[in-house]
C-alpha cells in the first residue's frame, strides 16, 4: 500500500477549507474592457493613417482592427453565454478530491508548491514551443482566496522570451502575466466553480501550447520584430527603418526620405517645403527673409521664397512706373511753362 504524501495532504486540507468558502458561487461575468480598447486605439489610428494619407498603413491596420473586432465578438458572447449558465452546480469537492487533484497535479506537472502566507497554488509547466518559438517553462499561478473572481491566477514566464516589441507579452496569448483566455474563459471558470483544481491547470496549459494568430498580442512570425512608432504596426527586421533624428522604428511606409539629404526620417521630423511641397527634413530647409515660412535651398533666391521675389519685383516694377510717371508729369508741367 502506497503511503500517503503528507505534503499533499496538508495542501489538501487547507486548500478545501478555501474552496469550501468559494464553491457555490456564480460564475463572474466580465466585460471584456481590454478587447474594447484595442480596437478603439487601432480605430485612432486608422483615422491618422489615412488623414496623413498613409494608405497602406491604413490598410494594414484596417486588417488588425477587423481580427480585434471578431476578438471582442468572441468575448462578449463567452460572457453572455456565462451570464445565461450562471445556476449553482451540483457538485462540490472533499478534501480527498482535492488530495487526489494535487497528486494529479504533481505527476502531471514540473513541480507544485503551495504558500500558505499568500494562499497561493503555484504549478511548472514544462518549456512551451510553439512553431520552433522557444517561450521557456511558465508558472500558473492560482490565488486561492480569489476563486469565484474573474481571472484569479497569473501566468509567469520563468526565463521570459519576451516579443521584440512588448517586453510584458512573453507569450502570444499572454500579456502582463495575464493569460487572454479565449474559448477557454467559461471552462476555467467552471473548473474552478467546481474545484477541479487538475481541469483549470491542464486547461490553461493547454492555452499555452497552442497558437491561435487570430487572437495574438503579437504574432508569432513577428515575435522578433518591432513596433512602428507612426501606424504602430509590427515591422520585420527587413522591412525596419530608423529616422536619422530622433532614431525611433519605422515601417518603410511611414519613413519620409528627405530630398535633400537623402536620409529617412519619420513623420514628426520633416517638414514640406512650401513651394515644391515636397519632404525634407528640419536641416534641409531654412526660413525665408521676408515671410520666414521654410523652404528647400532649390526653391529660395537670396534668401527669399518665390512668392516674396516675385512680390518684391512688382513693387520694384510699379515704383519704376511711378517713377516715369512722376518724371512724365513734371515734364509736361515744364513744357507749358515754356509757352
Known sequence: MTKPDRRLERMARRLFELLGETQGAGLSVELPMT???????????????????????????????????QTLIDRLSAADWAFQSSEDDPHRSTAADCYQELQALQSEFVSIDYDRQTRKLKVTTEEIVLDDLNLGPFEIVLECNRIGDASPFQVVALDANPAGTDSETTHPHVQNDTLCEGDG??????????????????????????????????????????????????????????????ETDLCSDCSYVCSGCSERFCHECTE??????????QACLQSCDKCEFTFCEDCLTD?????????????????????????????????????
Do not use: M
Not at 217 to 226: A, E, M
Not at 320 to 335: I, K, N, P, R, Y
Open 185 to 246: 474563459r467559461v471552462p476555467i471558470e467552471r473548473a474552478l466553480q467546481q474545484g477541479r483544481l487538475y481541469d483549470f491547470f491542464l486547461i490553461v496549459r493547454q492555452i499555452l501550447g497552442t497558437y491561435n494568430s487570430s487572437s495574438a498580442y503579437v504574432s508569432i512570425h513577428d515575435w522578433h520584430g518591432t513596433r512602428c512608432r507612426d501606424c504602430g504596426t509590427t515591422i520585420a527586421d527587413d522591412d525596419r527603418d530608423v529616422c536619422s533624428r530622433c
Open 35 to 69: 478587447a474594447w480598447k484595442e480596437c478603439e486605439r487601432l480605430a485612432k489610428l486608422i483615422a491618422k493613417a489615412e488623414a496623413r494619407g498613409w494608405l497602406a498603413a491604413a490598410r494594414r491596420t484596417h486588417q488588425r482592427f477587423v481580427t480585434a473586432q
Open 272 to 281: 514640406v517645403c512650401e513651394a515644391c511641397h515636397e519632404y525634407y527634413c
Open 303 to 339: 534668401e527669399k521664397c518665390p512668392k516674396c521675389v516675385e512680390k518684391e519685383e512688382a513693387d520694384e516694377k510699379n515704383s519704376s512706373s511711378e517713377a516715369d510717371t512722376q518724371v512724365h508729369t513734371e515734364c509736361l508741367g515744364e513744357a507749358a511753362l515754356s509757352s
